[in-house]
């Protein structure tokens, strides 16, 4: 069972526009929720993270809005930059030995 | 920022060979972790240790696996035999024992080719 879902699979935008990622989660007793960033032959990094006590967590460019009743979350990114393209997990974490289930990725690529 | 090292970077073996992959974990971290991806693909969990234990794992990390951190040096992965199947990128993460935020630091990934 896959706990952690993300779309779309793939996302292209322009530069300047606002790329909008989408999360899901099953376990109602997952509390954390980090999203993190890869680029090609990298490993994953930590973008931005909130936890479930919160519904908004900014930093920059960067935003995400969590719905806990309806156990969703999405990542938005203000004014995309060449740069951003990569591929963005979300990730959650519930109570046990900080073990992190990640979702299957959105592969972002913004355009000059 | 805070560093996993991993070594092989990539390894090539055939198939029924042993292989281990090393991991460096951030100096003062006590919690590591392998996870698996394939093609760029989901990460997917394997393993957990902490305090010279196993505290979780998941259906992906079979009987052939088996980890270690002997003397706080290397947190190794081993995989005897290995399987087609295991061809993949596996990362190594460390983390700082906060209780449900610990955040994750990855290595670059040691990618296993099993011929």
């Known amino acids: 069972q896959q706990q952690v879902r993300q779309s779309p699979q793939s996302l292209t935008v322009w530069e300047g526009e606002t790329a909008i990622l989408n999360c899901s989660y099953e376990d109602s007793t997952f509390n954390y929720f980090p999203w993190y960033q890869q680029f090609p032959g990298e490993g994953p990094a930590l973008l931005i993270s909130?936890?479930?006590?919160?519904d908004k967590k900014e930093d920059g460019r960067f935003t995400i809005f969590f719905n806990k009743r309806e156990k969703k979350l999405s990542l938005h990114i203000t004014d995309s930059q060449p740069g951003d393209s990569a591929t963005y997990f979300c990730?959650?974490?519930?109570?046990?030995?900080?073990?992190?289930?990640f979702g299957s990725g959105t592969k972002l690529t913004v355009e000059p | 920022g805070p560093k996993v090292l991993q070594i092989p970077s990539h390894q090539i073996i055939d198939m029924g060979q042993m292989v281990t992959l090393n991991c460096d974990p951030v100096?003062?971290?006590?919690?590591f972790y392998w996870y698996k991806q394939i093609l760029g693909q989901q990460m997917e969990f394997l393993v957990n240790f902490y305090n010279g234990k196993v505290m979780e794992k998941s259906k992906l990390f079979k009987d052939q696996f088996s980890v270690e951190r002997p003397d706080g040096s290397y947190f190794t992965l081993k995989i005897q035999p290995t399987a087609l199947e295991d061809s993949a990128v596996y990362f190594c993460?460390?983390?700082?024992?906060?209780?449900?935020?610990?955040?994750?630091?990855f290595g670059e990934g040691s990618k296993l080719t099993v011929l």
């Open positions: 100096s003062n971290h006590l919690y």
């Open positions: 993460a460390s983390s700082f024992p906060q209780t449900n935020t610990g955040q994750l630091y």
């Open positions: 909130i936890r479930s006590v919160s």
């Open positions: 990730a959650a974490s519930g109570s046990n030995y900080n073990v992190l289930y």
